[in-house]
C-alpha cells in the first residue's frame, strides 16, 4: 500500500536552527540563518529542502518511469534551482527550475525513452502538489 502520510517532528536548538526527525527515522540539520543573513549555515535552509524536494521526487519519478518502460538509464544528472523574491515585503519561493539531464544506455532516442519523458511528472507527488498549491493548515497550541 502506498504511503498516506508523513510525519516530520522538529525541535528548536536555538537561534534559526531545528533538529529534524522524519518518519521517526530519518535526522538531518536545518538552519534557517542564512535567509536572514545573521550568520550560522550550519546546514540547508527550508527554502533548499523544499528545492531539493522537488528536484529528487523528479529524479525519482524519471528513474521509475524508465524502469516501466524499460529504457535503460546509464546515468541521471538533476540540477534544482529556486527563485526567492520578495512579495508584498516577504520573500518568497517564486518559481523553481529544474534541468534533468538522462542519459540512456541505448544511445539512439527510442519511443520508451520518448513515452517516460512525456509522462514521467505524473509520478511525481511533490512538484504536481506544489505546481498545484497545497492547502496549509496551521495550528498553535499555548
Known sequence: MAKTST???LKWMGGLKFDVN????HNLFVDASSETQSGGDEGPAPDDMLTAAVGSCLASSFVFCAS???AE????????RAEISRVEGYLRVTGLDVTLNPQFKEEEPSKKQDRCIAIFRNYC??????TRGIPVKVNIKT
Do not use: H, N, P, Q
Not at 125 to 130: A, C, I, N, Q, R
Open 22 to 25: 522524519i518518519r521517526g527515522k
Open 7 to 9: 510525519d516530520v517532528k
Open 68 to 70: 516501466k518502460v524499460k
Open 125 to 130: 507527488t511533490v512538484t504536481e502538489s506544489v
Open 73 to 80: 538509464l546509464a546515468s541521471l544528472t538533476v540540477t534544482a
